[in-house]
């Protein structure tokens, strides 16, 4: 068993290819386009290979993989199912085809084809992970351990499999096991910057804050070598509060998303993990589509959008809906210092109300000519006030002058459909500063 590459596309972490050391030297020129992540001229490889050998599963397999990395998931899967149909023992198919259906969420389709693959080879260490992974999905911390076990029994130097375990143990609130894991990821490589956030927070989770401050700042050292990680951790206590909320203040004026570990009594003010992408709207981009807006058009006058208004109640819907993941009881207090300083940066938040009734809401940061949105929810008897709020909210503020919304880490779809677009965290520190 062969996984084809693991760079470029995230999917190559769980597509599995077919051996190189075919004798087909076309095929071989496929593989080697693969890898090289030159995925139109791989494909075009595959597909003329096909048209001469219209029988060989491995090819269709192949193409599947590439098309998978392509984004090009319908036609992926067709190619999976056609080298499963010439070939039902092809554990790589399906493994990919479960890959296929993981993308989609149908979780219990993608467990049976993972399943299918590691009876037919019960050492294929990539389905066994993929598993692993599609059962933490489902919320089964139990069976997920299982699967992570095993890959690390078969190959005790699988740093992803003994990365989820750690995480698998952190949920079970193993301490000891997961930091463990996560110390022996370390020790194979010194810069891996996920194992010592990961560590930090489980540090943060026994109260041992002086390790996770040293853990946080050895992970942004490693996640952002070109030295922008200096002084952007701290730790602070009940009594040092205030002073950590202008901490957490400098971080938002330099550009960063903010994060905060531990408890009111004892925290870590530090950057965001995930600050590869930023969502960012402005506002001549603003989409707004044709249910919506007849939507808005016909009951509009009973909207009313009101700004700085219900903080504590909004926060507490967004803490109920989303859970404690980003707004723990740290950043909470952390939030109220800053709001009681009243200076920039300030906490605020908007309130979607129908008929005089809280319906929805939204709770971030504003500096300068700048609004950074944290969080958000909905009441779930009205689910067209969530993207309602959304359009007013950013109608309010390019009234007021603002020059765009910052919508944080990541541009997932409700964001990309309001015409969100994506940049890098050095794109966004330098538009936030021309700002």
Same mark, same amino acid.
């Given at each position: 068993m062969?996984?084809?590459?693991?760079?470029?596309? /995230?999917?190559?972490?769980y597509f599995t290819g077919e051996d190189a050391h075919m004798d087909d030297i076309l095929f071989k020129k496929g593989v080697v386009a693969y890898e090289n992540d030159e995925l139109e001229k791989a494909e075009h490889?595959?597909?003329?290979?096909?048209?001469? $050998?219209?029988e060989n599963s491995k090819i269709y397999n192949m193409r599947g993989v590439v098309y998978a990395n392509?984004?090009?998931?319908?036609?992926?899967?067709?190619?999976?199912?056609?080298?499963? $149909?010439?070939? /039902?023992?092809?554990?790589?198919?399906? +493994?990919?085809?479960g890959g296929m259906y993981r993308d989609k969420k149908r979780y219990k389709e993608a467990i049976a084809n993972f399943s299918k693959a590691i009876?037919?080879?019960?050492?294929?260490?990539?389905?066994?992970?993929?598993?692993?992974?599609?059962?933490?999905?489902?919320g089964l911390p139990d069976e997920a351990l299982a699967d992570f076990n095993r890959v690390i029994k078969i190959d005790p130097l699988n740093v992803g499999a003994r990365y989820q375990r750690g995480n698998a143990y952190r949920e079970k609130r193993l301490f000891a096991r997961a930091l463990e894991d996560y110390g022996r990821i370390i020790e194979a490589d010194s810069q891996n910057a996920d194992a010592f956030y990961q560590r930090g927070v489980v540090y943060c989770d026994q109260g041992r804050f002086d390790k996770a401050e040293d853990d946080f700042n050895r992970w942004l050292a490693a996640s952002h070598p070109?030295?922008?990680? %200096? +002084?952007?951790?701290k730790r602070f206590n009940r009594d040092t509060t205030r002073e950590g909320a202008l901490h957490a203040a400098s971080l938002i004026a330099a550009g960063f998303y903010m994060d905060v570990k531990?408890?009111?009594?004892?925290?870590?003010?530090? /950057?965001?993990?995930?600050? =590869? $992408?930023?969502?960012?709207?402005?506002?001549? =981009?603003?989409?707004?589509? =044709?249910?919506?807006?007849?939507?808005?058009?016909?009951?509009?006058?009973?909207?009313?959008?009101?700004?700085?208004?219900?903080?504590? %109640?909004?926060?507490?819907?967004?803490? $109920?809906?989303?859970?404690?993941?980003?707004?723990t009881p740290a950043f909470r207090h952390c939030l109220e210092v800053m709001r009681e300083g009243g200076a920039a940066p300030r906490p605020v938040s908007f309130a979607l109300y129908k008929d005089d009734k809280l319906v929805a809401g939204d709770i971030g940061i504003q500096i300068g000519r700048v609004y950074t949105s944290y969080s958000g929810y909905y009441e779930k008897d009205e689910p067209s006030s969530g993207i309602v709020q959304l359009i007013l909210m950013a109608r309010h503020l390019e009234e007021n002058g603002f020059a765009f919304v910052d919508f944080g880490p990541g541009n997932f779809s409700y964001k990309s459909r309001l015409g969100a677009v994506g940049m890098t965290h050095r794109e966004y520190v330098e538009l936030f500063h021309s700002t």
């Open positions: 062969n996984a084809v590459g693991n760079a470029g596309s /995230p999917h190559k972490n490889i595959f597909s003329s290979i096909i048209l001469l $050998e219209p392509r984004k090009l998931f319908d036609k992926a899967m067709a190619d999976f199912t056609t080298a499963l $149909e010439l070939n /039902p023992q092809s554990a790589h198919a399906f +493994n990919n085809l009876a037919i080879d019960d050492q294929h260490t990539i389905a066994i992970y993929n598993r692993g992974i599609t059962y933490n999905d489902q070109e030295g922008i990680a %200096e +002084n952007l951790i531990g408890t009111p009594q004892d925290a870590v003010v530090m /950057p965001y993990r995930n600050m =590869k $992408e930023r969502s960012v709207l402005f506002f001549d =981009k603003l989409h707004v589509g =044709k249910t919506i807006s007849r939507h808005i058009r016909q009951w509009g006058a009973r909207y009313a959008l009101r700004f700085d208004v219900e903080f504590d %109640e909004i926060f507490t819907h967004c803490v $109920e809906r989303h859970g404690e993941a980003l707004f």
